[in-house]
């Protein structure tokens, strides 16, 4: 079992920056992507950025641009520089691991949240 903990979540004015960290507990298989969610109230929980083992990213068109997802491999660490925060980034932000293996397991982390204010 691997467990996933992120942090880095806050309050934060409109315009401001924040970083999130998501730290495995355990090495993974390069196989897994690593990746970050959001979900704000009422909504669905929804795809921002996702990294591979290789360091290929994808982001959400809503935050191309002013995010960015990287990943220390050595640390098992995966993080997201948010910058030119608006307040619809107003969510909580879940770190997730997926092989895209029915075989195995994904990972979901507990969740941070972050608070943009205007």
């Known amino acids: 079992q691997v467990q996933l903990v992120e942090s880095g979540g806050g309050l934060v004015q409109a315009g401001g920056s924040l970083r999130l960290s998501c730290a495995a507990s355990?090495?993974?298989?390069?196989?897994?992507?690593m990746g970050w969610y959001r979900q704000a109230p009422g909504k669905q929980r929804e795809l921002v950025a996702t990294?591979?083992?290789?360091?290929?990213?994808n982001y959400a068109d809503s935050v191309k641009g002013r995010f960015t997802i990287s990943r220390d491999n050595a640390k098992n660490t995966v993080y997201l520089q948010m910058n030119s925060l608006k307040p619809e980034d107003t969510a909580v932000y879940f770190c997730?691991?997926?092989?895209?293996?029915?075989?195995?397991?994904?990972?979901w982390g507990q969740g941070t949240q972050v608070t943009v204010s205007s």
């Open positions: 990294i591979t083992s290789g360091g290929t990213t």
């Open positions: 355990r090495s993974l298989s390069r196989i897994y992507a």
């Open positions: 997730n691991a997926d092989a895209g293996l029915l075989t195995l397991p994904e990972y």
